[in-house]
């Protein structure tokens, strides 16, 4: 179910795990950058932004930070504010903690993403559920946004 998918993609980007993360999204998936981000990363943005893209994301960003634990041992914290489920479009609200170790691995940095996406569900004829489409919206001038932290990981 889309309930089921959002609890896979969370579970993944809190576990670190890239194939699992890369599984909720469908082989035709596009997302969709905040207009700011779209001017902001210009150059990242302009093609397009489909599963490859997403892949070389996750590879650069869950293998390359230097993550430590903070909140509840997680590195990763992902809040769910809310979920406006659809037909096939979920609004969900996400507030999510990020926090990275400095070289030394003792005095972590906290990043803090915030703002709502737009995600399109599809079921496939297995019946197995992916995100097809995912419209990223800043709701906070002082945080930054999906869009953000994955054209900076690229």
């Known amino acids: 179910s889309p309930e089921n998918v959002l609890f896979n993609l969370e579970a ?7 194939l699992d993360y890369l599984s909720v999204f469908s ?14 990363y210009l150059e990242d943005f302009t093609s397009g932004w489909g599963y490859e893209k997403e ?9 390359r930070v230097n993550f430590t634990d903070h909140i509840e ?3 990763i914290f992902l809040d769910t504010v809310s979920i406006v489920p659809g037909v096939d479009l979920y609004e969900y ?10 070289s030394t691995g003792v005095d ?7 703002g709502e996406a737009w995600l399109y569900f599809r079921e496939d004829s297995e019946g197995k559920w992916y995100i097809y489409q995912w419209t990223d ?18």
Not at 27 to 40: A, I, K, R, T
Not at 108 to 114: D, G
Request: glycine letters at 4%; charged letters at 25%; zero cysteines.
């Open 12 to 18: 993944s980007f809190e576990g670190l795990s890239i």
């Open 27 to 40: 082989d035709d998936f596009m997302f969709n950058p905040d207009p700011e981000d779209s001017l902001l």
């Open 55 to 63: 892949d070389e994301f996750a590879n650069n960003y869950l293998q």
């Open 73 to 75: 041992g997680k590195p």
């Open 93 to 102: 609200t996400y507030n999510m903690y990020i926090f990275e170790a400095d």
């Open 108 to 114: 972590p940095s906290r990043i803090e993403i915030e």
């Open 137 to 154: 919206h800043r709701i906070n001038s002082n945080s930054i946004t999906w869009g953000a932290l994955k054209a900076q990981n690229i």
